[in-house]
């Protein structure tokens, strides 16, 4: 971390690929929204989506069709230009249309699109796997998937076959995804659990989840440690503690560093593994490659999705060998999981990331954060908390004590008003707003953002 020591020396010029090639319209783009969203054009989407889709997504509190991006700015597909601070659920980590992952799609495309490692060998799934393996410390090996769930799956199945062992613990408000294991961990929305009896809930126990703007956190451990394991669940039938690093969908809560470090102790003192779901929080979202490096602690096993491949699909799921010595063949596997097109988008967003993009999102996270707390102080009333790391960043609109859910309604209305005017953001847990810019924006595209959101606060103040 010592490069990121010294904020006063933030290069604000920082270059990306694309302004190195001189493409003007980065440059001068600016969010425009014409036709009111949704338009015509979005509106004939929208009615064949309600028609023919299956109606499961919950879908943001705005109608937002899009058509194609470049760099930090998506349009729409009636031509509206906006701001991305969403960038498609903080997976287009580069931005849209960066020139070096187009052309390595474009170049793998052409040559091999699948051939499955679960059966055969691929370079490219090697080369991806050594190279996450040596980014989490070496003595690693790595399985790769389509998706967060599949990551997560993955870490489940991995941990409770190295042990032996049938429970799990995770959080509420956790968020891992929506397959059957997963989802029985996930605890973020009771709609999404509504209806699925038949998961495996029976064995995982849920804790609370530290909350530093709202409540008490280290005595949850007392907790855990003292009735939960001598009362109701033994901790030597634990496989695994299953936590995000940052609690992502539950509302971009960040643990303190202790709290990470003694779960980290009491896994060790029972044989538990630790499993970080970085599926969100992992390549350099938060100005780190993970994100547990700023709580200076090494899990069992770690899970990976969303900006690993800036929006190719792929998951990947790392274990420590002391884990992967114990799994055997047969055990697991994907057809289509690290085909050779994701692998190689995601090779060259991990050299991306290692040439200055993970620093930016480091020195434009705090940037951007102060920005925040200054408006903070000019709309004390309606900002009551603004947390992340990096480029991961949740603003509450709850004060502290107060019921989060009552703040639900104006949060939605502040996301909107925020996408009628060119930027688009996200909720988080129940009163948050979730702000994930492409890692390589720039001081520009910072401003703008923060200038619309200022009037969009403006706005919603004048009639809260
Ligand atoms: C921390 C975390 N884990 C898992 C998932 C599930 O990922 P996916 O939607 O790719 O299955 C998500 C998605 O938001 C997530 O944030």
């Known amino acids: 971390m010592s490069s990121h020591d010294n904020l006063d020396a933030f290069p604000g010029s920082h270059k990306s690929e694309r302004e190195d090639t001189g493409d003007p319209t980065n440059d001068k783009t600016i969010p425009s929204v014409i036709f009111p969203p949704p338009g015509p054009r979005a509106q004939a989407v929208i009615r064949d989506h309600r028609k023919y889709v299956t109606d499961t997504h919950a879908k943001a509190p705005y109608a937002f069709v899009a058509d194609h991006g470049d760099g930090s700015f998506v349009w729409d597909v009636d031509g509206n230009c906006y701001l991305d601070f969403a960038t498609g659920i903080a997976v287009n980590n580069l931005g849209h249309n960066h020139p070096a992952i187009t052309r390595i799609i474009q170049e793998q495309a052409g040559k091999l699109l699948h051939y499955s490692d679960a059966d055969f060998y691929t370079k490219p799934y090697a080369d991806l796997c050594k190279r996450l393996a040596i980014l989490a410390g070496g003595d690693h090996k790595v399985f790769l998937s389509n998706s967060g769930t599949e990551a997560v799956e993955a870490a489940i199945k991995f941990a409770k076959f190295a042990t032996g062992r049938p429970y799990g613990i995770s959080f509420i408000g956790a968020f891992h995804g929506r397959s059957a294991g997963s989802l029985s961990h996930t605890a973020s929305n009771i709609v999404q659990r509504t209806g699925f009896s038949t998961l495996m809930s029976q064995y995982v126990h849920h804790i609370p989840y530290p909350d530093t703007h709202q409540g008490k956190y280290l005595e949850r ?22 936590i995000e690093p940052i609690q992502g969908e539950g509302g971009y809560l960040v643990p303190p560093k202790e709290y990470i470090q003694r779960l980290r102790r009491i896994c060790d003192d029972h044989g538990i593994l630790l499993i970080a779901d970085e599926v969100q929080t992992g390549a350099g979202r938060t ?40 799994l055997t ?29 993970m620093d930016n999102a480091y020195f434009q996270g705090a940037n951007l954060r102060s920005r925040l707390h200054g ?46 005017s060119g930027l688009l953001t996200l909720g988080c847990g129940p009163s948050s707003i979730r702000m994930v810019p492409p890692l390589n924006i720039n001081n520009r595209e910072v401003d703008i953002g923060v200038d619309i959101f200022e009037k969009t606060l403006g706005e919603i103040e004048e009639i809260h």
Request: charged share 25%.
């Open 221 to 242: 451990l007392d907790e855990l440690e003292g009735s939960t394991f001598r009362r109701l669940l033994n901790p030597s039938e634990v496989a695994y503690i299953l």
């Open 375 to 420: 408006l903070r102080q000019i709309y004390p009333q309606l900002i009551h908390d603004i947390r992340g790391m990096g480029l991961m960043i949740g603003v509450d609109f709850a004060p502290k004590g107060d019921d989060p859910l009552e703040y639900k309604d104006l949060r939605d209305r502040i996301v909107r008003r925020a996408f009628e």
């Open 329 to 357: 063949p047969g055990t697991h596997s994907s057809t289509f999981g690290g085909n050779p097109v994701s692998c190689r988008a995601a090779l060259q967003v991990l050299d991306e990331l290692k040439n200055g993009v």
């Open 287 to 326: 100005g780190t490659m993970f994100a547990m490096e700023h709580f200076g602690v090494q899990p069992d096993i770690t899970t990976m999705a969303k900006g690993l491949g800036n929006g190719t699909v792929i998951g990947a799921t790392i274990s420590r060998n002391t884990v992967a010595k114990k």
